[in-house]
């Protein structure tokens, strides 16, 4: 029987793994042709703990965006016109934020270049007493 | 007027358009703004301290005028309610334990019908201070409880009888209660007044002429008002702890204070607790 290694079929895995290397492959070649920066955009903390359902929750979070290269960037609350901070030839900062919401906020790291918005980062809002203002929970006594 | 006319007159007076209400003290911590009308229930676990004066002689044991005294409290705050029946407790609260049945309720307003005891034995074998006193038993008194709750105000009032035959006697009371947010901070207030009829001044606070003593002479007295006066806050710590704190000035018809069994016309309590929501 011929023993010839390199005639062998390649096994499965290798087969998966190759078709992974060349997604990624393509997945960058088009990201660098698209030319868009990859970005993060991170909140800390990124939830608001109010004492009942209703109620505007208030907290200071900083909000950490980090970019793959330089530029000028933005950062957006959603379905706002105006942004709330600019960085020129940055490629990454961080913003004090002043949390007042009764809903949950989601916040955008925009290119200034080519008004792409680049990362997302949501604060959401917890209560101790949820609706009707008390917390209702499923146990029984009885 | 018999009681139970009073107490309808008072409800309805103060209640003229028509939801289950709760306990006022646990309400306005939470910020509450209409009545709980689903079965369910809550309950909030954890511990806290308090250092207060008394105006109650024997209360704590050995107490005197404007002596203050330092204790840890389990912090308890519980309700379940089935079909309009109800249990509630909150440590911190004017009242602590009620039962009840809400039997009327419209969207922000109830009628309850509650039972609880508001004034606690004394006795001298289990409290060294009442020996050589009859006993006086605790009382279990039965009657209406009306709430409103008015944006951020919250009123409260209690008709009950007791029903136990320990003194047979009434107690009225009014409170009004405020909440108010800022920022996470949610503060609250609360006036109130109560008048308690002769029988159960009288009962508690008397000394009759077959118990009197040099220690504790013959006293008698008519029924009369007391009233507290509390600001309070509750923050939220994470979405399951909570911490409450708060101020309690309470004050009592100064014609009392002639009795053996009272040492000061007024008390204060300043506590703070930190408990679990489940």
Redesign the interface.
């Known amino acids: 029987m011929d023993s010839c290694a390199v005639c062998q079929r390649p096994s499965p895995k290798l087969l998966l793994f190759s078709t992974w290397v060349h997604l990624l492959v393509l997945v960058f070649c088009a990201q660098a042709a698209a030319d868009v920066p990859i970005a993060q955009l991170q909140s800390k903390p990124n939830r608001c703990v109010a004492l009942h359902q209703g109620q505007v929750c208030y907290q200071e979070v900083i909000l950490y965006w980090h970019a793959d290269r330089t530029g000028e960037y933005c950062l957006y609350q959603q379905q706002a016109q105006e942004p709330l901070h600019c960085w020129q030839a940055q490629a990454s900062g961080e913003y004090r934020y002043a949390f007042a919401s009764d809903t949950p906020v989601q916040m955008q790291l925009v290119s200034m270049n080519d008004k792409t918005r680049l990362a997302e980062a949501q604060i959401d809002i917890a209560w101790v007493y949820k609706a009707n203002t008390r917390r209702k929970t499923h146990w029984r006594l009885f | 007027m018999s009681y139970f006319l009073r107490a309808l007159l008072v409800a309805c007076i103060c209640f003229p358009l028509a939801a289950v209400a709760?306990d006022l003290s646990s309400?306005v911590r939470?910020?509450?703004?209409?009545p709980?009308s689903?079965n369910?229930?809550?309950?909030e676990v954890g511990g806290g301290l308090k250092v207060f004066t008394s105006p109650l002689y024997g209360e704590p044991e050995g107490n005197a005028q404007g002596e203050i005294h330092t204790e840890a409290f389990i912090d308890i705050s519980a309700?379940?309610q089935?079909n309009g029946f109800f249990v509630e407790m909150f440590s911190q609260s004017l009242e602590q334990f009620t039962a009840g049945y809400n039997f009327y309720n419209g969207s922000n307003w109830a009628i309850d019908m509650i039972g609880l005891s508001a004034h606690e034995e004394k006795d001298g074998e289990t409290n060294k201070d009442y020996r050589g006193l009859d006993r006086r038993r605790f009382d279990v008194l039965l009657g209406p409880r009306g709430t409103a709750y008015l944006g951020n105000y919250i009123v409260q009032v209690h008709a009950l009888k007791d029903i136990v035959s320990t003194h047979e006697g009434e107690v009225y009371s009014v409170k009004l209660a405020r909440h108010w947010?800022h920022?996470?901070l949610?503060f609250h207030a609360i006036v109130g007044a109560t008048y308690r009829t002769q029988d159960v001044i009288d009962y508690y606070y008397s000394i009759d002429a077959a118990e009197a003593s040099e220690k504790f002479p013959e006293f008698s007295a008519s029924g009369g008002m007391s009233y507290i006066f509390e600001i309070g806050a509750?923050?939220?710590?994470?979405?399951?702890w909570?911490f409450r704190g708060f101020i309690r000035h309470t004050q009592i018809d100064s014609a009392l204070t002639k009795s053996p069994l009272i040492v000061d016309d007024h008390g204060e309590m300043l506590a703070t607790a930190i408990s679990y929501?489940?």
Request: charged content about 20%; glycine content about 20%.
């Open positions: 709760g309400d939470k910020g509450a703004s209409g709980d689903g369910g229930g809550y309950l309700r379940y089935y947010q920022r996470n949610n509750t923050y939220p710590i994470s979405e399951s909570v929501v489940f």
